[in-house]
């Protein structure tokens, strides 16, 4: 099974999100409310993949995005933001991740970036 954590500071967003990959058989380790919530998530966890919103209190995505993968330079980061994907593209720059969603989610959107993951 896929083990997962989320970093979002909007609570229902998370829990939706978090509903949404069990139903995938994925199995959701913990959810942080803020940056640095997910770094000690993803210390504590070394889950398969993280889902990292991009603006977020104490630590926002590319930040915590650069320490996950100072840990882990292997690390499977998807960032996730109601931003213009160009204004995400310019902000993660030299950051390598495994994918964007944009918010509002789009099923067939979260489908392909997970996909690949469970069926590796």
């Given at each position: 099974?896929?083990?997962?954590?989320i970093a979002?500071?909007?609570?229902?967003?998370?829990?939706?999100?978090?509903?949404?990959?069990?139903?995938?058989?994925?199995?959701?380790?913990?959810?942080?409310?803020?940056?640095?919530?997910?770094?000690?998530?993803?210390?504590?966890?070394?889950?398969?993949i993280v889902?990292?919103?991009l603006?977020?209190?104490?630590?926002?995505?590319?930040?915590?995005?650069?320490?996950?993968?100072?840990?882990?330079?292997?690390?499977?980061?998807?960032?996730?933001?109601?931003?213009?994907?160009?204004?995400?593209?310019r902000?993660?720059?030299?950051?390598?991740?495994?994918?964007?969603?944009?918010?509002?989610?789009?099923?067939?959107?979260?489908?392909?970036v997970?996909?690949?993951?469970?069926n590796?």
């Open positions: 099974m896929v083990r997962a954590i979002d500071d909007e609570a229902d967003s998370a829990e939706v999100f978090a509903e949404f990959l069990r139903i995938h058989k994925v199995d959701v380790l913990g959810i942080g409310k803020n940056g640095l919530e997910g770094v000690e998530l993803y210390k504590a966890h070394k889950p398969d889902f990292l919103d603006a977020m209190p104490q630590y926002n995505g590319v930040y915590a995005a650069e320490k996950i993968k100072q840990i882990d330079p292997r690390a499977k980061i998807v960032i996730i933001s109601a931003y213009d994907p160009c204004i995400v593209k902000q993660l720059a030299g950051i390598q991740v495994s994918g964007v969603l944009q918010k509002p989610y789009v099923l067939s959107e979260i489908q392909s997970l996909y690949p993951k469970i590796a």
